[in-house]
């Protein structure tokens, strides 16, 4: 495997947790993959060895119940017995679609006063922006079977990133070298190291100057937060936005939520992640670029787009809350620190720009 260069230029800032990560939490809140990957969850449990993380994993860590690891209910007591144990983060195992299942049983203020950072994506990216709009630590990054299950291990780029980011450590996101849309079937093909190639730059697509706090999230997974009390206030945000498998028209339908309730307006930036496996449209429309500038159309933020975060590798790990500052001439992406707490309103605050977000 390739050794990415580094990510960041480092500066000093305030750390996300209360002190050093030494031991892990794993929780699976979404598909079971470590009871169907059982080879797979096995290397990934060795890779966070080797990196020299502890790890504490729920009851059902490895279980099965209909399309979950266990039911939501239990899902949420073993993620409140787990930071009141003293993990200092929480990692889910993979990603899903029933991550958002969870939402109605979680206990909030113990979560807040825990303050223990969870890490995912994919749908994972709402129980992240659920963390965010009740002020607890959340980092959008790498999951254990899907990322620390590589045949070859994590990458170093993604496995700095993370460190990187319950660190605290601030500075310029750097792309890797090289990257990959290589994804041979878990526990069946993956016994291989990925083939990567060099990877594609970041590009501008509309330029700008914004500086807000950052929040992170897989594109069909925190739409469906809309008209929830779990949506985290956006207006004046930088928003980091991935998709996976899409073809232009998905992705329009989606941000056309974002637009027609006047939150797209509203943000001060947005980045697009590095998309995976894109399709076409029927008829084969299939350019993105041109699909968002129609709706951006009479905006001024800047947009970026092919960063790497979320359904790619290797992917930066970037922490909700955290100022970012973005510039496109030249592209410069600057992660001031962390502060996962400011994007936390008020509850009155937060019900209001709920209701107005849900208006045309």
Request: charged residues 20%.
């Amino acid at each position: 495997m390739t050794t990415p260069e580094p990510q960041v230029q480092k500066s000093s800032v305030r750390p996300l947790t209360r002190g050093p990560v030494r031991t892990l939490g794993l929780w699976t809140p979404s598909s079971p993959a470590p009871a169907l990957f059982p080879r797979r969850t096995a290397r990934a449990l060795a890779a966070l060895r080797h990196a020299g993380w502890d790890h504490r994993a729920a009851e059902s860590f490895a279980g099965v119940s209909r399309a979950s690891a266990a039911h939501p209910r239990e899902l949420a007591a073993e993620l409140h017995a787990l930071v009141e144990t003293g993990v200092d983060a929480v990692l889910a195992s993979a990603g899903g679609w029933t991550a958002g299942l969870v939402l109605p049983y979680l206990d909030f203020g113990l979560l807040r006063a825990a303050q223990v950072p969870l890490i995912g994506y994919s749908d994972v990216s709402v129980l992240l922006w659920a963390f965010a709009a009740q002020g607890i630590p959340a980092v959008h990054g790498p999951m254990l079977v899907s990322e620390f299950g590589h045949f070859t291990g994590p990458f170093p780029y993604t496995l700095d990133g993370l460190r990187n980011a319950l660190a605290g450590t601030g500075g310029v996101l750097r792309p890797p070298t090289h990257s990959t849309e290589d994804n041979p079937w878990w526990d069946r093909e993956d016994e291989r190291a990925l083939r990567t190639s060099p990877a594609s730059p970041w590009r501008v697509i509309q330029h700008g100057h914004a500086r807000g706090r950052l929040l992170a999230g897989c594109l069909p997974a925190v739409t469906s937060l809309f008209g929830t009390p779990h949506m985290p206030p956006t207006d004046g945000k930088v928003l980091f936005l991935e998709d996976f498998g899409m073809a232009p028209d998905r992705f329009l339908s989606l941000l056309a939520q974002w637009h027609n309730s006047g939150r797209l307006q509203r943000l001060a930036g947005l980045v697009l992640g590095r998309r995976g496996r894109a399709s076409a449209a029927p008829g084969g429309y299939a350019d993105f670029d041109d699909a968002l500038l129609h709706l951006l159309d009479g905006t001024s933020m800047p947009v970026v787009a092919d960063v790497d975060f979320g359904h790619t590798e290797p992917r930066l790990s970037l922490p909700l809350g955290a100022e970012v500052d973005v510039n496109t001439d030249p592209l410069r992406l600057h992660v001031a620190g962390h502060a996962g707490t400011h994007l936390r309103n008020d509850r009155d605050n937060r019900e209001k720009e709920e209701t107005r977000g849900m208006l045309p």
